[in-house]
């Protein structure tokens, strides 16, 4: 909880608010933030959003998006952060998209590929990650990784 407790005193230090769009975490990075005591100081919200017509009409998330890049897609990750970001009027969105697997995987997306996005509303950033294990283990290491961007992204912008 040391890395929670840290992005909480980051941006309660400044009073920075933050919400999360999940989709193959399923809301293990919410339940993560939520550990820590007084996180309603700071974060506001979050959506899970599975489906692919959860995306687009809960963080409005473009069809063509989807159609063209995929669910799992730096762009759909990149529109899930600032989505969820206008939707809960935060100063950050954080998001997660990927494949947990084991089945679902493609050539294009294979089992473990994940999208980590951050947005503070004039900028989004995203990282492409690859991850090995169970599907636990690949939502385990997404929903930490989330938080490790999260955590380097809050601590230059403070520094």
Request: glycine share 12%; hydrophobic share 35%.
């Amino acid at each position: 909880m040391r890395l929670e407790k840290l992005i909480g005193d980051r941006l309660r230090q400044r009073g920075w608010t933050l919400s999360i769009a999940e989709s193959l975490t399923g809301g293990l990075v919410s339940h993560r933030i939520t550990n820590v005591p007084g996180s309603s100081d700071y974060y506001e919200g979050g959506v899970v959003s599975y489906s692919n017509r959860a995306k687009a009409q809960h963080l409005r998330i473009h069809p063509k998006s989807l159609e063209k890049h995929g669910a799992v897609s730096s762009q759909v990750a990149r529109e899930m952060a600032e989505g969820v970001r206008e939707a809960f009027h935060t100063t950050f969105g954080l998001s997660t998209t990927g494949v947990a697997g084991p089945t679902g995987g493609t050539k294009k997306t294979p089992v473990g590929l994940v999208f980590v996005a951050i947005s503070d509303g004039k900028r989004t950033r995203v990282r492409k990650e690859q991850f090995r294990g169970t599907r636990l283990q690949i939502k385990q290491q997404a929903a930490q990784r989330g938080l490790e961007f999260l955590c380097e992204y809050l601590t230059r912008r403070v520094g």
